[in-house]
């Protein structure tokens, strides 16, 4: 909850939603997305309620709350618990599974392939699973990669970015995206994007994967690159790594990313998310014809039979984060407000 816990302990349906969310980050550490969607938003529709929400009946007349979700909730204020959650707890190979699924990188096909190789513990890991390099780094520093980081520290790693950076090229902008942009108290990564008026891709490039990551990577404050997540999702724009401040112990992930001038509107869009709200403003582009991705805002996008795409269609705006909700006719939203 990027707001603060504050607000839930003056809602009425504090503890329904304090069960939920641990049952939406229990589906959120299985990487089942559906489903941690579903509680996600079914947990902002009750903070908006002002009376508590008792019954199944009455759980189900509310938005973003289905029929199995509404009995969830009538279970919880009934009994005080939620037995599919209570359910997770007593289940040891679903525990091995979501330690191992905090593995930076692994999913759910590696994952199993561990426990069925008979792994059941970080230390087993290491000592007898073959590990690519990102997995060695993401199991040794599991509890670094887990552990929020505070909004001060965000800022700080992003300064200790923008004064290298501004040392090799003066020109380069940086600012600080993800949750940090949204205003949250803490982040789980530090996300960065970096541009420079006037420049191409390929001197982005040049100057911050060839100059700036080295030398970071010199002094210390980077420790390693990270294998990309996947690779059909790098174009060469990306860096994914560890860094950690000179006063600091504990290693923060850290993602780089390079955007054109022209893209910089359609760019800050996608990096401020939240990915909800990122979901239902690309939906509302595709209902109004048009196109939204992290380069820009289109139109006259011809799709064939299965809606796959035929063409890119024209651009309409990438440059002005502003112009793209005035064309999209949706009233300007500033990042603290975009969290869904
Ligand atoms: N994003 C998205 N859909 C995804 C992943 C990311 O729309 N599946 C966008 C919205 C996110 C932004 O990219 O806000 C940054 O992604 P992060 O995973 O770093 O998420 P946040 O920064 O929002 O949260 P956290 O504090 O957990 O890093
Ligand atoms: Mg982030
Ligand atoms: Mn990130």
């Not at 009455?58 to 599919?84: C, M, Q």
């Not at 997540?229 to 724009?237: A, C, E, I, R, Y």
């Not at 800050?268 to 992290?294: C, E, H, P, V, W």
């Not at 002005?320 to 949706?330: K, M, N, P, T, Y």
């Amino acid at each position: 909850n990027p707001m603060g816990a504050s607000s839930a302990s003056f809602n009425p349906n504090a503890r329904t939603i304090e069960i939920l969310e641990q049952m939406g980050k229990y589906y959120d550490q299985m990487q089942d997305q559906w489903r941690t969607l579903a509680y996600r938003k079914a947990v902002t529709t009750l903070r908006k309620q002002t009376v508590k929400i008792s019954t199944a009946k009455e759980a189900a007349a509310l938005p973003f709350v289905g029929s199995r979700l509404a009995d969830k909730i009538e279970e919880i204020v009934l009994t005080d618990r939620l037995r599919r959650l209570d359910s997770t707890r007593d289940d040891p190979t679903d525990k091995v599974l979501r330690l191992f699924l905090g593995v930076y990188g692994a999913g759910l096909v590696q994952a199993n392939k561990w426990i069925q190789a008979g792994h059941r513990t970080l230390d087993d890991l290491i000592a007898n699973a073959k590990l690519t390099d990102s997995q060695r780094i993401g199991i040794e520093h599991y509890h670094d990669f887990a552990t929020r980081i505070p909004r001060a520290e965000v800022e700080a790693h992003g300064e200790y970015v923008r004064d290298a950076l501004r040392k090799i090229d003066p020109g380069f902008e940086t600012t600080v995206m993800g949750s940090y942009r949204r205003g949250a108290k803490d982040s789980g990564d530090i996300d960065i994007i970096m541009t420079k008026p006037g420049a191409r891709v390929s001197a982005l490039r040049d100057v911050v994967f060839h100059k700036l990551v080295p030398r970071l990577l010199k002094d210390g404050f980077l420790k390693v690159k990270l294998a990309a997540s996947s690779s059909s999702t790098d174009d060469g724009t990306k860096w994914h790594g560890v860094s950690c401040l000179p006063s600091s112990a504990t290693w923060r992930r850290l993602d780089l990313l390079l955007v054109p001038e022209e893209e910089m509107g359609a760019a800050l869009l996608y990096f401020t998310g939240n990915d909800i709200f990122n979901r239902s403003i690309r939906l509302l582009a595709s209902k109004k014809g048009m196109r939204l991705n992290q380069r820009g805002l289109y139109k006259d996008v011809i799709r064939g039979k299965n809606r796959e795409k035929l063409n890119e269609g024209t651009l309409l705006e990438g440059k002005e984060e502003r112009r793209i909700f005035e064309i999209l006719g949706v009233p300007w939203r500033e990042p603290t407000e975009r969290i869904c």
